[in-house]
Structure formats: C-alpha cells, structure tokens
C-alpha cells in the first residue's frame, strides 16, 4: 500500500465550532422572524373578531329597532351579573370565544368573558343619528369597541379599535364634524 495515498480525514474541532455558529445564528434569525409573524398574524385575527363584533351589533339593532345595546364598558369578573358584550351580543356570534383576542397573554378573556371594551357612551344609541362628544354626522370617527390592553405592542400595533361604519383601524382617529 502506498504511504501517501489520501486517507479522508472529519472535520477539525474548528470546523464543527464554524457550522455551529453559522447554524445557531440561522435559528436565531428564523425564530425571530417566526415570532414577530406569529404577532403579525395575531393582531390579524385579533382584526377579524372585532369586526364579526360589529356584524353582531349591526344584527342585534336591526332586532331591537336599530339602536346599539346598553351595555357595562366591562366588568372585574365573569360572575358579575352585568350586561356586557359577552352576554348581550353572545347569541349574535358563533361561541365566547368570539370575543377573545389571541394576543390576550394576561388572560383578560379569562377572568373577564372578553378581550373587548365597549364604549358605554353609545349606549341606546339610534344608529345613523349618533352623537359622541360632539361627533354626530361621521360614524367614521366614532370608537364603539377595542381591545382592553395593547395586546399587539410586540408588533408596533396600537390598540385595535371598532368604529361604528364597521372599519377596524389601529389608532384611535377622531373625525371632527365641520
């Protein structure tokens, strides 16, 4: 046999110290970026179930002579025997689980029966004839529901907010009328 035939040789202590590096920095990349989609798709349905919210309250007032209902903002504790949106609107929409937001991590949804706050100041409210602090002829202006919390700060997004014309936007936007 001849003594400088080519013998393979593995990979050096360094080599394997290189890909593993390489690899642990690719991980990283990859579960951030899983991560802040995972958010991103969360404040998406977060979105979607606001708006099935208002599809309930345009319901419930063709029922009940096109007015929104009178309702508690919120309330401490599922026990406490309040009408809020949960139980006012619960026939409306498919299940409780309606009015959880999927980025509700301190388990508001728990305790509460929702993720959602309810703007108490439309209370009884004829829709097309709305008044909100002096805000009366531009339903695009006038918050109606929103997340409790900012649930969705991990992706930049403000609190999600219902307005009555049904559009779900990121900021609270007032439109004056004039």
């Known amino acids: ?6 013998i393979p040789r593995g990979f050096t202590l360094l080599e394997m110290l290189v890909v593993m590096g390489i690899l642990a920095i690719v991980f990283s990349i990859v579960f951030t970026s899983f991560k802040t989609v995972k958010s991103q798709a969360s404040s998406v349905v977060c979105t979607g179930k606001l708006r099935d919210i208002g599809v309930a309250l345009n319901s419930y007032s063709g029922d009940n002579g096109l007015k929104f209902p ?3 903002g919120a309330r401490e504790s599922r026990e406490d025997d309040v009408p809020v949106m949960d139980t006012v609107l619960k026939e409306y929409l498919p299940d409780e689980f309606a009015f959880q937001c999927p980025a509700d991590h301190e388990k ?9 706050f309810w703007n108490s100041l439309i209370n009884g409210q004829m829709i ?20 409790k919390e900012n649930f969705h700060k991990s992706v930049g997004d ?5 307005y009555a014309d049904g559009h779900v ?6 439109v004056v009328d004039r």
């Open 1 to 6: 046999m001849n003594s400088h035939s080519k």
């Open 70 to 72: 009178i309702m508690e």
């Open 108 to 116: 508001i949804f728990e305790k509460t029966g929702s993720s959602y």
């Open 128 to 147: 097309g004839n709305m008044d909100l602090l002096g805000i009366t002829s531009n339903e695009t202006g006038i918050p109606i529901a929103s997340d």
């Open 158 to 162: 403000e609190v999600n907010i219902l």
């Open 169 to 174: 936007d990121k900021q609270l936007q007032f």
